[in-house]
Structures are given as structure tokens and as C-alpha cells.
């Protein structure tokens, strides 16, 4: 017999178990998207030319 001969197995509770792990990632990735969002319409008014009147006259 091989030692090293590596047996797998299908758990579904593990899976179902590991699923809070992948909603709390995707959740981060959420509010990541969200605070990047939110800082570049922060900069956008900041930095908008308020001397600019609407116009589009050259």
C-alpha cells in the first residue's frame, strides 16, 4: 500500500459551512467598492471648475 496516496471526500456541510466565510468576503468587497466610489465623487465636487457657468461656449 502507498502512504502517500491522498484520499478525497465530498463534505456538503462543509461547504454550506464555508458559505458565511464567502458572504463575509463578498460583503467586504462591497464596501471597498463603495468607499472608492464614494471618495471620487467626494474629489469630482472638490476639485469641479466652479468658475465654469454650464455654458459650453469656448
Same mark, same amino acid.
Given at each position: 500500500m502507498n &502512504?502517500? &496516496?491522498l484520499t478525497a471526500s465530498f463534505e456538503?456541510? @462543509?461547504f454550506v459551512d464555508?458559505?458565511?466565510y464567502m458572504g463575509l468576503g463578498m460583503l467586504g $468587497?462591497? $464596501?471597498v467598492i463603495g468607499? $472608492?466610489?464614494?471618495?471620487t465623487m467626494l474629489l469630482n465636487k472638490l476639485t !469641479? #471648475?466652479?468658475s @465654469? #457657468?454650464?455654458s #459650453? !461656449?469656448?
Open positions: &502512504m502517500y &496516496m456538503p456541510m @462543509h464555508n458559505l458565511r $468587497i462591497f $464596501i468607499v $472608492i466610489m464614494l471618495l !469641479e #471648475d466652479r @465654469h #457657468d454650464g #459650453d !461656449e469656448q
